[in-house]
């Protein structure tokens, strides 16, 4: 017999979810713990820096922090994604001068203040007069004089230091590259052997840029498209039909566009994610200033508390807690923040201004409905019953006033609902009648903190039992103060 820590298993208090990468400053047990206490959701494995063997012991301890709290814990492994970078220099370095002509070449040579060898073929057929090329992350500005064969001339809007290998932007063209290179595909092999949940797709332009990705995977764990290029803007509708999810990397986007275009395509990117109900997470520079500092300026609080209001299903913390000095304090803000916004008076209004209307389905009209009951009658939450998580998301996608909890067969359902706005996973049994999903549903709502006697539950399955996209059916329970049985998986 063996007796369920429940204080372990209460709802977060909050519907959006909080993503924080690992790294050096947060990739030990002790301290992975301490970031899920603080309210860190799901974590991000950043396959751009480490080794192999380090990412599987950061993997192995967070699965080992689902045993110890019996909560499912998402994983989403970052690929890098192609790196256009420069060649090398004489010094190691060169000064560009403002309105200085500079020169990109194939000559496999050290470079100089005029010229530099840019080991890319494929910008040398697609890049046009009068389009941009920026280095260093946008701080020297090129604009494209003219393209012979095997030389590019620029002039330097804005000049600057340019060292050995420092990456390349080329936001006015496409480039006719795909998004996974042979180290990608080396790193997504380890995380589907790794039984990582989300593999995030970094340089996406084009849908099919996903297909490759996607065939790799072989239906294991859920895709997520990385939006940092405007040529994928373009394409938005497609990209996002295609993938899984969708993450606003507003770091990239934010050097090949102008600062001020970031924030608009921001809402327009999580508005149209949002209307499918896959989950959308914001990220890139949230805390920045907390790597340093123990508290953020007001501007990223502000910036965090816009992209909750927006109705994003994550946020996400990189360097604040991957190599930062206050990984744990940077989580309880994002969590304080986060929590503070739902509780203001209009955060409900101002989080259904998205339209949402249900499909011409069954399954979207009952879901739609839940939310109705919720606005309605007072009831402490919503228990969907799953298989594959699609009730799941179509429920979180109306943005419901109380809090949802999934109840599935699969583990690998449950740690991907971890990423859905007001989700809480619960890996279980199936069920194989009416009264076991009552039953099943009350038990379940206790354990966890959702409900205690006297509470009204809303509940969402289909019939039969078990046969996913079947959902025909809400049923609203009164608890009537079950005790709590032995812990059964």
């Keep these: ?16 979810k909080i993503l924080a990468t690992t790294g050096p400053a947060c990739s030990d047990i002790d301290t992975l713990r301490r970031l899920f206490q603080a309210g860190a959701d799901a974590f991000r494995v950043n396959m751009s820096h480490g080794e192999h063997e380090v990412h599987a012991r950061t993997i192995r301890n967070i699965r080992q922090l689902e045993k110890e709290f019996y909560r499912p814990i998402a994983i989403l492994a970052d690929l890098q994604g192609p790196k256009l970078r420069v060649g090398t220099f004489k010094d190691g370095r060169a000064t560009i001068p403002h309105g200085a002509t500079f020169k990109f070449d194939r000559v496999g040579e050290p470079g100089d203040a005029t010229r530099v060898e840019l080991p890319h073929p494929e910008i040398f057929h697609v890049v046009e007069e009068g389009q941009r090329l920026l280095v260093n992350d946008g701080k020297i500005r090129l604009r494209v004089q003219s393209v012979s064969n095997g030389e590019i001339t620029c002039k330097a809007e804005v000049g600057g230091v340019i060292s050995d290998r420092k990456g390349v932007n080329v936001p006015d063209a496409e480039i006719p590259i795909p998004a996974l290179t042979d180290k990608d595909r080396r790193d997504l092999a380890f995380a589907m052997e790794q039984g990582v949940d989300w593999i995030g797709l970094s340089f996406v332009q ?136 739902e509780k203001d008076e209009g955060y409900k209004q101002r989080v259904r201004m998205l339209d949402t209307p249900p499909d011409a389905t069954l399954a979207d009209a009952l879901s739609h409905a839940c939310m109705t009951i919720a606005d309605t009658v007072n009831i402490n939450a919503i228990a969907v019953f799953t298989s594959s998580g699609s009730s799941a998301r179509r429920v979180s996608r109306e943005r419901p006033a109380v809090p949802v909890m999934v109840l599935t067969p699969s583990m690998q359902v449950a740690r991907r609902v971890c990423l859905l706005w007001g989700g809480h996973p619960v890996a279980t049994k199936d069920i194989g009648s009416f009264e076991e999903m009552i039953a099943k549903g009350k038990r379940m709502a206790l354990r966890h903190g959702f409900a205690g006697e006297g509470a009204r539950i809303a509940m969402l399955a289909g019939v039969p039992f078990g046969q996913a996209g079947a959902t025909n059916l809400v049923h609203v329970v009164n608890v009537q103060g079950d005790e709590l049985d032995d812990y059964d998986s």
């Design 1 to 16: 017999m063996v007796k369920l820590d429940t204080s372990r298993l209460g709802p977060r208090g909050r519907k959006v």
């Design 206 to 341: 084009r849908p099919d840029d996903l297909a490759e990705a996607r065939k790799l995977m072989n239906g294991r764990g859920a895709l997520c498209a990385k939006i940092e290029k405007p040529q994928a803007i373009r394409r938005l509708d497609e990209i996002i039909e295609m993938a899984d999810g969708i993450m606003v990397a507003r770091g990239d986007l934010g050097v090949e566009l102008e600062p001020q275009e970031v924030p608009p395509l921001q809402k327009k990117i999580v508005n149209k994610t949002r209307l499918t109900g896959k989950p959308v997470i914001v990220a890139t520079q949230m805390l920045e200033s907390m790597i340093e500092s123990p508290a953020p300026t007001r501007a990223e609080v502000s910036d965090v508390a816009n992209a909750v209001y927006d109705g994003a299903d994550a946020v996400m913390l990189s360097a604040e807690t991957a190599a930062g000095d206050w990984p744990e304090e940077a989580v309880l803000m994002m969590d304080s923040i986060a929590r503070q916004v």
